[in-house]
């Protein structure tokens, strides 16, 4: 049975990231990549709508490590692609990957201070196993093998086809039809102008409004600091812009919240104009209890002032042979309806645990630091920011694995776990978030803490202190050595 000092699971954007920090900062330890697909990228690979760009600026989405030299700030799918596997070829983590290896269990033996994990391999997925002495998941949030669809009534009366934009066909032929785009989120206001551009209309059909802020798609700063400086100072020194932009509109939305939907109001007349009604990007909520939707050049609000799209704002009553009839009457055409309704969110890819031979249900635990779990010994999950770029979060946790097992080994511990040994501390929500994909799993997620370290700070600045930092024997953390 093969064994490894760390397993990494998951090949997408934080893996190839963790596996970097483990080079260079755990050099002696052994570890290998497991990947359920047969593929590197992990969201990047998967999805391949039209239009499929990232919603955060590359500058602070890409690994502070490696420069993203790419002119584009707000990037297309098949760049982000590029970049996460000429990482991975860069510096050898491609040879360290297992393809279709999907973790389904793995269990603690307190008395061996060990995982052991069950694989499904292969195309026949016959189980193996490997052992290893801590588990880092880079798994992402979601459920990979299905996205979220309602089901509305008459769905299996339309004759035309109905696709999720998780599972895009890929010889789809949109051209010269009427697309209707159900949602208001970051896919679908991606998608609207990008299939705009060669079918006959692209509705936008959303239950309520998402707040949609145009944003150019290249950082002019960025370009020039790039042609006067090294390539590495310029990338450090646009990171750190572009998050200190982040946290004070952060700041200014949540603390503000009636002055900063002026301004996106603002922005939105300037794009549509006087005459238009906007309404239909007017929620009923305020920044940040959902994520914010970007748009590069505001091509969304290109395509509607072109007459190529449109927005409607009204509940589902049935769909129809031709389309979708609205619970205020009207009837929207379309010959094909693309449900860009969300995600299904799966912790740990749907992985059991268990610790010495008792489940771990995960709704019990509280995270510590928002990437260990309580009772929970030598495993972390990468989870990144709701309000700011992925990877940010992601670089900091790797870096703290690495200090936790640099510490453990120079002081001779086999075991590390956080423990709720401060009664003061109360659980709350994982996620204040009022976004469905999280308020349909929150029962289901770890809770956080009332104080430190178990309360997630949403803040970059904040983390460089609480995880980069903190001490590691910081009372919370219990260790133990070989038995």
């Not at 290896?101 to 033996?109: G, H, I, T």
């Not at 990437?371 to 990468?382: G, K, L, R």
């Not at 703290?400 to 120079?410: E, F, G, I, W």
Request: positive net charge; proline residues 5%; aromatic residues 12%.
């Amino acid at each position: 049975m093969q064994h490894v000092d760390v397993l990494v699971v998951g090949a997408g954007l934080s893996g190839i990231g963790a596996a970097y920090y483990l080079q260079r900062l755990c050099p002696k330890k052994t570890f290998t990549i497991l990947e359920g697909r047969d593929a590197i990228g992990g969201t990047w690979d998967l999805f391949r709508y039209p239009g499929v760009r990232s919603d955060s600026d590359m500058y602070t989405l890409g690994y502070q490590f490696k420069p993203w030299t790419n002119a584009k700030a707000i990037a297309d799918g098949p760049s982000i692609l590029d970049y996460i596997r000429d990482t991975a070829k860069e510096y050898g983590i491609d040879k360290k990957i297992r393809f279709k290896s999907r973790v389904r269990r793995a269990s603690w033996s307190s008395a061996d201070a060990r995982w052991t994990v069950d694989i499904e391999t292969g195309d026949d997925k016959h189980i193996e196993q490997l052992t290893c002495n801590f588990v880092y998941l880079c798994t992402g949030y979601y459920d990979y093998d299905k996205g979220y669809t309602p089901e509305w009534q008459g769905m299996t009366q339309f004759n035309g086809q109905i696709i999720h934009p998780q599972k895009w066909p890929e010889a789809l032929d949109y051209a010269g039809k009427r697309v209707v785009v159900i949602g208001s989120g970051a896919t679908a206001v991606t998608l609207v102008p990008a299939m705009a551009e060669s079918a006959a209309h692209v509705t936008m059909l959303q239950r309520s409004p998402t707040y949609v802020v145009n944003v150019p798609r290249q950082d002019k700063i960025a370009n020039f600091l790039r042609k006067i400086l090294p390539s590495g100072v310029a990338y450090w020194a646009t990171r750190w812009k572009n998050v200190g932009i982040s946290l004070t509109f952060y700041h200014i939305a949540r603390k503000w919240p009636e002055y900063f939907k002026g301004l996106v109001m603002k922005g939105v007349r300037h794009q549509l104009g006087p005459d238009y009604d906007v309404t239909h990007f007017t929620p009923k909520y305020n920044p940040w209890d959902q994520r914010l939707c970007l748009v590069p050049d505001g091509d969304l609000f290109n395509s509607i002032r072109e007459g190529k799209s449109s927005v409607v704002t009204d509940e589902i009553e049935t769909f129809t042979e031709s389309g979708i009839k609205l619970k205020s009457g009207k009837h929207v055409d379309a010959d094909i309806i693309v449900t860009a309704t969300g995600l299904n969110l799966r912790l740990m890819a749907g992985l059991q645990l268990v610790v010495d031979g008792k489940p771990v249900e995960m709704s019990k635990a509280m995270a510590y630091k928002g990437m260990m779990y309580s009772d929970v010994p030598n495993i972390a999950s990468a989870f990144g920011y709701t309000n700011a770029s992925w990877t940010l979060k992601c670089d900091l946790t790797s870096e703290y694995v690495c200090r936790l097992l640099n510490y453990m080994d120079a002081h001779g511990y086999a075991e590390a776990a956080p423990r709720r040994n401060d009664p003061s501390v109360t659980e709350e929500p994982v996620l204040d978030f009022t976004s469905g994909y999280v308020q349909r799993a929150l029962a289901h997620l770890p809770s956080q803490g009332s104080k430190k370290p178990w309360r997630l700070n949403q803040n970059y600045a904040l983390d460089l202190m609480g995880v980069r930092f903190s001490p590691i024997d910081d009372g919370t953390i219990q260790f133990k050595h070989p038995s």
